[in-house]
């Protein structure tokens, strides 16, 4: 298994402000990935970040917004940039480890409240 | 792309029944079906697997079944128990390293004393 911590856990923030978010995995690994949560809703995902290249954006989020670092292959940041309202959610952090590096893994997530 | 759906989105049972959880996927090129067991508050966490060559797994009171042909797949929990009152997701993905999950839209399961 793998053990993802992700940190902070919550925040409140302002609008127009922007937060970044760490996530740290305890083995290396190739791919890791920012997933959104709505309260009550399924995951979404935001990107795919592998070491050493651009992260790549699903349908509906841009780089400018989310801008994402993957600067070695056990350590991911995400940016949540000139928060709004729309933006409160649960952002989940998740690598792909184990042996077969098959099995997808999840942070406890950050619980973003934007006012 | 990929697109799963999954059913029902609640689910109450009494203590000791059986749930069934069904999910359908439209991507021909799935081969991995993971469900995920989230309970409020806290990180998705897998609780079983299948791989498209095999039709059915067990790991004690929980089974996956899975139908390439219809494109289905299941999740079985025998016995319930309350702790097993969570949000359970299910997931397809098509072969590949770089494809990623598809989640379902969830299943809030209670389990009733």
């Known amino acids: 298994s793998a053990v993802i911590s992700q940190k902070p856990s919550r925040d409140i923030c302002q609008r127009g402000t922007s937060l970044t978010i760490q996530c740290q995995v305890d083995?290396?690994?190739?791919?890791m990935f920012w997933y959104r949560q709505q309260p009550g809703q399924s995951l979404t995902l935001i990107a795919t970040?592998?070491?050493?290249?651009?992260?790549?954006?699903e349908s509906g989020f841009v780089i400018d917004k989310f801008p994402i670092s993957r600067p070695n292959l056990t350590f991911s940041t995400l940016t949540v940039s000139n928060m709004s309202p729309e933006d409160s959610s649960i952002y989940l952090c998740s690598a792909r480890a184990g042996e077969a590096k098959n099995i997808q893994y999840f942070g406890a997530g950050t619980r973003l409240s934007v006012l | 792309g990929e697109n799963v759906e999954q059913h029902p989105s609640t689910l109450s049972v009494q203590e000791g029944d059986s749930a069934v959880i069904k999910c359908t996927y439209s991507d021909s090129a799935s081969n991995y079906f993971p469900w995920y067991k989230q309970e409020l508050g806290k990180r998705p966490q897998l609780i079983i697997d299948?791989?498209?060559?095999?039709g059915e797994k067990k790991d004690q009171r929980i089974a996956v079944t899975l139908n390439k042909t219809a494109k289905h797949f299941s999740l079985h929990i025998t016995e319930t128990q309350p702790e097993d009152s969570a949000v359970y997701f299910c997931a397809a993905r098509p072969s590949g390293s770089a494809r990623q999950l598809t989640f379902g839209s969830g299943t809030q399961l209670t389990v009733l004393p």
């Open positions: 299948i791989r498209s060559n095999v």
């Open positions: 083995s290396q690994v190739t791919m």
């Open positions: 970040a592998n070491q050493g290249s651009e992260a790549t954006y």
